[in-house]
């Protein structure tokens, strides 16, 4: 059973525009959520988190808004640079354990 | 510190063989994990250890895995009889367990790619 899923396997945007990557999720008990970057080749790299007594948390061009009541969170960047494009993986963490996977978007922003 | 680093990057081999990975975390780093990544899909949980004891397993680490962190610091994981199946991309992560409120960031390693024909 998927606990944090990523419906959109990808998405294209143009550079200088809005991304928006889009994540949901079953289970009531995580506690933090976490945005990771993967480049290929290499293993993903934290880029963002957020607490889920928290609606929102900004750092630079991105921004990860929390919906607790939808069970839903997204990843902003703006504006979206070629240097983006990635794979980027949602997931979730229950208090003090292991973090929990979405399959993944693969953003494309084109220049 | 070079952050996580994973031995070998590669591994092809043959069904029936066994396999060894090596992690070494980030030094001050007390837990280290274990995900296996598929293709077109997210990294799952396999295992992890809090310095040298493992406190969790996974239902899909069957009984032909098995990881250890003998002294709290690199780590191993073992794979016997391996399988067509087993073919995957091995992460391993560390990250620094306080005990402290906070999101546990985990910092991986670029992978173990095993191929078994």
């Known amino acids: 059973d998927q606990q944090v899923k990523q419906n959109s396997p990808s998405l294209s945007v143009q550079e200088g525009r809005i991304s928006i990557l889009n994540c949901d999720y079953t289970n009531s008990m995580f506690d933090y959520f976490l945005w990771y970057k993967k480049y290929p080749a290499e293993g993903p790299t934290f880029l963002i988190s957020?607490?889920?007594?928290?609606d929102k948390n900004e750092d630079g061009r991105f921004t990860v808004f929390l919906n607790k009541s939808a069970k839903h969170l997204s990843l902003h960047i703006v504006p979206s640079q070629p240097g983006d494009s990635a794979v980027y993986f949602c997931a979730a963490m229950e208090y003090g354990n292991k973090l929990v996977f979405g399959a993944g978007t693969i953003l494309r922003v084109k220049s | 510190d070079t952050g996580v680093s994973q031995d070998p990057r590669h591994k092809i081999t043959k069904r029936g063989q066994n396999v060894t990975f090596r992690c070494d975390p980030i030094?001050?780093?007390?837990?280290l994990y274990w995900y296996r990544q598929t293709l077109g899909q997210g990294p799952e949980f396999l295992t992890y250890?809090?310095?040298?004891?493992?406190?969790?397993k996974s239902r899909l680490l069957s009984d032909r895995f098995s990881a250890e962190r003998p002294k709290g610091s690199f780590s191993t994981l073992e794979i016997q009889r391996t399988e067509q199946g087993d073919s995957a991309m091995y992460l391993c992560?560390?990250?620094?367990?306080?005990?402290?409120?906070?999101?546990?960031?985990?910092?991986f390693g670029a992978g173990s790619r095993l191929t078994v024909l």
């Open positions: 992560a560390s990250s620094l367990e306080t005990g402290l409120s906070g999101a546990n960031v985990l910092t």
């Open positions: 030094s001050e780093h007390n837990r």
């Open positions: 250890f809090q310095n040298e004891a493992q406190l969790e």
């Open positions: 957020i607490s889920s007594i928290k």
